[in-house]
T-cell receptor, first 113, second 112 residues
Framework: DTEVTQTPKHLVMGMTNKKSLKCEQH?????MYWYKQKAKKPPELMFVYSYEKLSINESVPSRFSPECPNSSLLNLHLHALQPEDSALYLC????????????FGPGTRLTVL | RKEVEQDPGPFNVPEGATVAFNCTYS??????FFWYRQDCRKEPKLLMSVYSSGNEDGRFTAQLNRASQYISLLIRDSKLSDSATYLC?????????????FGTGTRLTVIP
């Protein structure tokens, strides 16, 4: 299984809603990542988990809250988002180590009204 | 200065043409390098890793010049299916997890 899955594929939410994005991989990767991608821009790193511990938080606002319940799962909890948070949210995983490529999920396309 | 710089294009080439993309990176301590391909509204997919000795995969050849901090991708005999955005990616992370920096991407359209 060389796949990273993400749910939901699309999400529309209001600014007062609470929702969660989910990511799962069964490749035995111990590093997992959240990225945000706006149209016609490259992905921007948000969070990195290494061995289920948060190792990088790229100054992301607290309305985004990551969680790594186990080595296969990664969640991103959303609360009180702004319309400018509308974007494609990509999850990725890799084996830890500098030479190892990241594998991306198909993303969740989020619209905040 | 951006960590990874690419010519955004767009590159519009006829089928069968050879096209080259270039990329520079700022951190001389960077250890690993990749080219990813991203189709419209899809996720990035790994095209190839880039090694110091250069590497080839079919019609695709990647080169790395550490002295100049420069990476290239050459596509020979372009196909219509090669139309996509090509992302130059540099790993500037620490041990335990990697921290990828993406170039802005180069948009390629192969024309019949």
């Amino acid at each position: 299984d060389t796949e990273v899955t993400q749910t939901p594929k699309h999400l529309v939410m209001g600014m007062t809603n609470k929702k969660s994005l989910k990511c799962e991989q069964h490749m035995g990767h111990r590093a997992m990542y959240w990225y945000k991608q706006k149209a016609k821009k490259p992905p921007e790193l948000m969070f990195v988990y290494s061995y289920e511990k948060l190792s990088i938080n790229e100054s992301v606002p607290s309305r985004f809250s990551p969680e790594c319940p186990n080595s296969s799962l990664l969640n991103l909890h959303l609360h009180a988002l702004q319309p400018e948070d509308s974007a494609l949210y990509l999850c990725a995983s890799s084996r830890p180590g500098l030479a190892n490529e990241q594998f991306f999920g198909p993303g969740t396309r989020l619209t905040v009204l | 200065r951006k960590e990874v710089e690419q010519d955004p294009g767009p590159f519009n080439v006829p089928e069968g043409a050879t096209v080259a993309f270039n990329c520079t990176y700022s951190n001389s301590a960077s250890q690993s390098f990749f080219w990813y391909r991203q189709d419209c509204r899809k996720e990035p997919k790994l095209l190839m890793s880039v090694y110091s000795s250069g590497n080839e995969d079919g019609r695709f050849t990647a080169q790395l010049n550490r002295a100049s901090q420069y990476i290239s991708l050459l596509i020979r005999d372009s196909k219509l299916s090669d139309s996509a955005t090509y992302l130059c990616v540099v790993n500037m992370g620490q041990t335990g997890a990697n921290n990828l920096f993406f170039g802005t991407g180069t948009r390629l359209t192969v024309i019949p």
